[in-house]
Nanobody, 116 residues
Framework: QVQLVESGGGLVQAGESLRLSCAAS????????MGWYRQAPGKQRELVTT???????NYADSMKGRFTISKDNAKNTVYLQMNSLKPEDTAVYYC??????????WGQGTQVTVSR
């Protein structure tokens, strides 16, 4: 089994920054992709960003230039640096890991709240 544990969420004011972390543990053999998704109240879960094993990244348009994903392979950890946060960034942020070609795992989520 694989566990993903997110941390770093919280309450900030608009314009401030937060850094989320997601640490993977358990039966890890070949991480294909790790990424972040978010779900705001009353809305569907949406992609924030992903990073592949070779370091290629993909961002949702609204996050480009403000959010940065990075990873530490030795720690099986992925990070999300969020700058210039806006109230519309308020959501539960989920970490996702794809292992091999078919196995995907989700973290429990961490709340990010941005006040005006």
């Amino acid at each position: 089994q694989v566990q993903l544990v997110e941390s770093g969420g919280g309450l900030v004011q608009a314009g401030e920054s937060l850094r989320l972390s997601c640490a993977a543990s358990g039966r890890i053999f070949k991480i294909n992709t790790m990424g972040w998704y978010r779900q705001a109240p009353g809305k569907q879960r949406e992609l924030v960003t992903t990073i592949t094993s070779d370091g290629s990244t993909n961002y949702a348009d609204s996050m480009k230039g403000r959010f940065t994903i990075s990873k530490d392979n030795a720690k099986n950890t992925v990070y999300l640096q969020m700058n210039s946060l806006k109230p519309e960034d308020t959501a539960v942020y989920y970490c996702k890991m794809v292992q091999g070609s078919t196995y995907s795992y989700w973290g429990q989520g961490t709340q990010v709240t941005v006040s005006r």
